[in-house]
Structure formats: C-alpha cells, structure tokens
C-alpha cells in the first residue's frame, strides 16, 4: 500500500470546504491543503507523519499540505455516529501572499508554518471552535469566510498547543521515498499486533537491514523499534481505558513478547504502570 493522493473538491467554487467527516477507514494519504480537524465524537489512533497518539473527543489538528496522514478509529459496535467530525481544507494561494505578508497577518504566517510538523490544540480551544466550524459548514460567501477569520483568531491565540511530529520529521516530496514510507507505516500499522523483525520490515523498504535502520530514523526521526512500540503502546492504551480485558491479553493482543516487555515498554511511555493508567479511568 501507498500513501494515496486525495484531490479535495470544492462545492461552492471557493478555497474553503468543510463538511461533515464521514469516511472511517483510516487510509494513509496525503494532499497539498491544510487541513483543519475537530473529532466531535469516538476516538482511536491518529497518525500524522512520525506521530502515533491515542484521540478522543474535542480533539483538534492543524497539519499543513502533504504531510502523510490517517485517523484510525475504534468501532467497539462497528459503526461510528453521524457527524462525528468536521474537517476544513484551504489553500494557502486562497488567503495570498498580498494578505499574508500585512503586518496584521504575522501571527497567521507563524501559525501556517508551524503546521508544517501538525499542531494539535487545548480540548477549550476546540469547544471555542466547534461553533465557527459549523458556521463553516452552513455559511456561504462573507459569513462563512467570517467564520474561517474567527477561526484563525482562536488557533493563533491558542497558548496550550503542542507540535505532532517530530523536530527531525522531514517529509519528503521525492515519489520512490515517500510510497517506501509509506509501505512501511501501512505494514506496521496493519500488523503491529504480530512479530515484526528488522528483517521482515527492511524486507518491506527493500533495503538491508542496516541502511534500512538509518533511513528509517532520518525520516521518521525515531528509531524502528522505537516507533513500533509506540504504536502498540498506544493501542495498549485505549484497551486499559475502554474494555476490562486482562492486562496480560492486552499485551498479547498489542504485540508485546512477554507482560514484563510491555511494562517496561508502557512505563518508559506513559511515566506509570499498565493497572496505575487503567486505575486514572475507574
């Protein structure tokens, strides 16, 4: 599998769309917008460029054009509700380099630039935005552009946001790199749960092993068996939260050798135990 191209319609003519989200499955692409998303309901993985994080509800990402993205959500009833989501995409040619560069504007040019490594923002920031983006949604013409200003007020002034990938990540443009990357996340995401050894993952970027090893963390900006343990440990964490299962099964189920492996791995993590992080929830 690749990263896929997704080309953005827009309905009305313009350099704005938000909707509704609508599509669950996760997929790995990538496109030359910005993308704006408030997940309003359900939660899961989300996975932009070299970050892996668990997400709930109210959490909302700015990314910038063609970083390598997918939310993966946790259907416990194989179904997700209605409107469980909005997503904005903009050009940054819609807003022009004429309005960018007024002085007015500097806090926007910083905020654009900062999204080049995914911006994830306060659960108050998102409630303060959930009504601009809805606004979005119903509103055409000036209200609606009224809302996007209002919603770049509310990003900017943000003071609890926190950078996604990594200071290393450097995403490429170049094709043969990025589908390598790309074959490698989807491997590692669809299997993760199973032994993965070097060899097989170097087998997959048809690398060896060793200079498998070194383009991996120049491009990831984080080692293999670093990453891949991030993953499990991220769904390890959802399982302690939502279900009752068994520490020792959801450590199978997430991949883990053995139970003294993955309280090493979690603790190193997530600063506590498997049962200390499930008791935070109880």
Known sequence: MVA??????????????????????GFWHFHPEYELVLNLKGNGTRIVGDSVELFDYYDMVL?????????????????LPEKHGIMVHFKLSSLGEALLSQHEMHCVRDLLTDSERGIVFSVEDAGKAEGHLVGMINNKGIDKMIDFFNL????????????????????SFDERGNKRMTEVYNYIRENYFKPISLERISEIARMSPFAFSRYFKKNCGAGFVEYLNRVRTNKACYLLRETEYQVHDIAIECGFASISNFNKQFRKSEGLSPRDYRAQFK
Do not use: V
Request: hydrophobic share 25%; with cysteine; glycine share 8%.
């Open 4 to 25: 896929e191209l997704e080309k953005i319609s827009y309905d009305d003519g313009g350099g704005f769309r938000a909707a509704y989200i609508k599509e669950t499955n």
């Open 63 to 79: 990314i910038a054009g063609n970083i390598p993205h997918s939310w993966n959500y946790y259907k416990s009833s194989g179904t």
């Open 152 to 171: 770049l007020r509310i990003l900017c002034s943000s003071d609890k946001k926190a950078f996604l990938c990594s200071e290393n990540y450097k995403h």
